[in-house]
C-alpha cells in the first residue's frame, strides 16, 4: 500500500531511515520461536534524504521476494505487510539493491498474532487491503484502536449507505477486529441488490485469501431477518448467515481463492428469500498469497555459518542472509547443492586468506555435506582437529600456510593413504607426525619430517630377524629404521645369535601403516636412546620387545649409509640371498608406493 504524507504529519516510525550503499544483500535477522505467526510491517519514506527519491530496490523475506519498492517522491509512504507463520526460529528481511539506487528502510515491525488466525494451506499472506468499511471518518488508524496494531483504512462505495450504532460491539473473537470498525457498516443503497465486490488491477494468477467481519448493528423488529449468502465468482462459499446482534463473527474462505477463466475476482452479499433486509459488512481483509516457494539451506548449516561468521569475525561484504540462495546472492566462498523438492546443504567453504585466527572451529562439523574445506593462508593456530577425519562427506581439506602445531591425527592420515581424502598442510611449521612431535617433546630441537623427495623406508630386527616397510605421509615422510647398537644410553635388546638368523616376522608382501607403528610404539612413548642416525623407541611386536629408529631430517639424506650400517651389522653372518632381499624389500616397498606417498 502506498500513504501520500506531508512533512508535518510524519510518524515516528518514518522520520528516520538508514540506507544501505555498500553491498548487494543486507538483512535484518531476528531470533523468534519456530511456529509462531507474525504480522511483518516494514516502512518505506525517502523524505528528502538525498537528491535521488526516485528509487527502486527489492524487499525478501529470508530468500523469496516479498515485493519490489519503488519510491517517485520524498513524500510517498510505501508500506508493506506481511503475515508469517515461522518455519525456523531465525527470520531474516533483506534489502537488495537492483540498479544504482540504494536501498534504505524506514521502520521494520513484527507484531505477535495469535496462531489460530489467517490460517493457509500454503505460503505467508501479503496485504492486499484492510478495510474498515462504512468508516464515518476518513482517516485511518492502527495500535491503540487495533490490539494487533493492524493498519485500517476507511472503505466506502457510492451505492453503498453507512449505517452505524452508539452500542459497543463485543469483538472478542481470536480476529478481534477493532470496535470502531465494527459499530459502522454497509448496506447496499438498494436494499433487494447484492454487495459486491471485485477486485481489479491484479494478475490472474495471483491467489487470495478473504476475511470479513459481521455483526448486526440494528436493532431489528420481531418480523425482520438479516439473512445472505457468500458467492464468489457465482459460485457459494458460505451462508446462509445471520449476523449477531452486536457480536462479531469472522467468516473468512477455507482456501485460496483463483480468478475465473475472464480473469474476474467477485465476492457478491446476496440475501436470501428468507431475509426482510438487506445484506451488511462491517470489516473486511483481503490478502495475495505469497508461496515462498526458496527453500531455506538447512536450519543446522545456517546456524553453523553463522557461528563460523561470528567467531572467526569474518567480515565479507556479502555474507548477508541465506548462505545458499537465492543462487544470485549466495555467500562467496561458498557452494552448495540445489535439488527439487529439498533444502539446499553446502558442499564447499572456502575461507582462504580471510584472516582467520585462532583453532579450527568443531562447528564446521555441523555441515553434514561439506566436500571440500579451504582454511589456508591464515593465522589459524592449535592442533589438526580429530573431527574433520570423521566428516564422512569430506574430500580435500586444504590447510596449508597456517600455524598449526601438534599431530595429524592418525585416522585423517590412514584416510589419505587410502586415497579418500586429500591433505594439505605445507607452511605449517609446528605440525608434525606423532612420531615427530613426540621427539620434540623430549628434545628441545626440533626433530623435521624429510622432505618428499625421501623415500619413507622403515627396518624392525626383531631378535637376529630383519623387517622394513613403507609408512605413507603426505607431503613430508619420516624414515624409520633400528640400529641395535644404537649409541650409549640404549636399553639393549635381547639379540638372537647372528649366526643362526632367521626369517622375517614380518612378510615381504605386507605393508604396515603409519598408523601400525603408532601402535607398536604406543604413539612414540618410550625413548630407549639416541644415536648417530636418530632416536630410537621401545615397541611391541607380536608380543616381542621392538626398537625403532627414526631418522631426522639431518641424518635422513645420509640413506645410503643408513642401509650399509645395516649390512655390516648383519655382516657375513647373513647369506647373502638373505641380506639382498631384505635391502631389496625396502627398495621395492619404496619404488612401489612413492607415487601416493606422504
Known amino acids: 500500500m502506498n500513504v501520500i504524507l506531508k512533512p508535518n504529519t510524519f510518524t515516528s516510525s518514518t522520520r528516520n531511515l538508514r540506507s544501505f550503499p555498500q553491498g548487494i544483500r543486507n538483512c535484518y535477522t531476528l531470533n523468534l520461536t519456530i511456529g509462531d505467526e507474525y504480522l511483518i510491517r516494514a516502512n518505506f519514506l525517502h523524505g528528502g534524504y538525498d537528491d535521488k527519491p526516485s528509487t527502486q530496490f527489492e524487499l525478501y523475506l529470508g530468500p523469496n521476494l516479498w515485493s519490489t519498492v519503488t519510491t517517485t517522491n520524498e513524500t510517498e509512504a510505501s508500506i508493506f505487510e506481511m503475515i508469517h507463520i515461522l518455519t525456523t526460529d531465525r527470520l531474516q528481511i533483506c534489502l537488495v539493491k537492483t540498479g544504482n539506487a540504494t536501498p534504505f528502510i524506514s521502520a521494520l515491525e513484527l507484531r505477535k498474532l495469535m496462531n489460530t488466525t489467517y490460517l493457509t494451506r500454503q505460503g505467508s499472506l501479503q496485504t492486499f487491503i484492510r478495510a474498515d468499511v462504512g468508516a464515518t471518518v476518513n482517516q485511518g488508524y492502527r495500535y491503540g484502536i487495533d490490539v494487533f496494531d493492524r493498519v485500517w483504512t476507511p472503505y466506502n462505495f457510492g451505492n453503498w449507505s453507512q449505517i452505524s450504532t452508539n452500542q459497543s460491539v463485543n469483538i472478542n473473537n481470536d480476529y478481534q477486529p477493532p470496535e470502531i470498525a465494527m459499530v459502522t457498516a454497509s448496506v447496499p443503497t438498494d436494499p433487494d441488490a447484492a454487495m459486491n465486490i471485485s477486485l481489479v488491477g491484479v494478475e490472474r494468477t495471483v491467489q487470495f485469501y478473504v476475511f470479513m467481519h459481521f455483526a448486526e448493528i440494528q436493532e431489528l423488529k420481531s418480523n425482520d431477518t438479516r439473512e445472505f449468502n457468500i458467492m464468489y465468482n457465482n459460485k457459494h462459499i458460505y451462508g446462509p448467515f445471520r449476523p449477531l446482534n452486536f457480536t462479531t463473527s469472522s467468516v473468512f474462505t477455507p482456501t485460496e481463492v483463483v480468478a475465473d477463466a475472464n480473469g474476474q475476482y467477485i465476492f457478491s452479499l446476496q440475501r436470501t428469500g428468507n431475509s426482510t433486509l438487506p445484506p451488511l459488512l462491517n470489516a473486511m481483509e483481503i490478502y495475495s498469497v505469497n508461496l515462498l516457494p526458496q527453500q531455506e539451506t ?301
Open 298 to 598: 538447512d536450519r543446522k548449516e545456517v546456524d553453523a555459518m553463522m557461528n563460523i561468521k561470528s567467531a572467526y569475525g569474518v567480515n565479507k561484504i556479502d555474507w548477508e542472509g541465506d548462505p545458499c540462495v537465492p543462487l544470485d546472492y549466495k555467500w562467496s566462498g561458498v557452494n552448495c547443492t540445489y535439488v527439487d523438492n529439498e533444502t539446499p546443504k553446502i558442499i564447499s567453504l572456502d575461507l582462504s586468506t580471510s584472516g582467520l585466527t585462532g583453532e579450527i572451529l568443531e562447528f564446521i562439523s555441523d555441515l553434514t555435506s561439506l566436500e571440500v574445506l579451504d582454511l589456508s593462508n591464515n593465522s589459524l593456530t592449535g592442533s589438526v582437529p580429530e573431527f574433520l577425519a570423521n566428516m564422512e562427506t569430506l574430500k580435500l581439506i586444504n590447510l596449508s600456510g597456517n600455524e598449526l602445531n601438534g599431530s595429524i591425527p592418525a585416522t585423517l592420515l590412514d584416510k589419505e593413504r587410502r586415497g579418500s581424502i586429500t591433505l594439505s598442510i605445507e607452511g605449517n611449521t609446528g605440525l608434525c607426525s606423532s612420531a615427530s612431535c613426540a621427539t620434540t617433546k623430549k628434545k628441545k630441537k626440533n626433530t623435521v619430517i624429510a622432505p618428499v623427495a625421501a623415500s619413507l623406508v622403515s627396518v624392525f630386527l626383531i631378535g637376529a630377524g630383519i623387517v622394513t616397510f613403507l609408512i605413507l605421509k603426505r607431503k613430508k615422510r619420516t624414515k624409520l629404521g633400528l640400529n641395535p647398537n644404537s649409541g650409549t644410553g640404549t636399553t639393549p635388546l635381547h639379540s638372537r645369535s647372528h649366526h643362526g638368523f632367521e626369517p622375517p616376522v614380518i612378510a615381504k608382501n605386507r605393508k604396515l601403516t603409519y598408523i601400525d607403528v603408532v601402535k607398536i610404539t604406543n604413539n612414540f612413548e618410550r625413548v630407549l636412546g639416541r644415536g648417530g642416525f636418530g632416536v630410537v623407541y621401545y615397541g611391541v611386536l607380536n608380543n616381542e620387545p621392538v626398537a625403532v629408529k627414526m631418522l631426522t631430517e639431518s641424518t635422513a639424506l645420509g640413506y645410503k649409509q643408513f642401509k650399509a650400517e645395516m649390512a655390516r651389522n648383519m655382516g657375513s653372518r647373513m647369506t647373502d640371498s638373505t641380506n639382498d632381499s631384505s635391502i631389496e624389500l625396502s627398495m621395492n616397498f619404496t619404488t612401489e608406493l612413492n607415487p601416493g606417498a606422504r
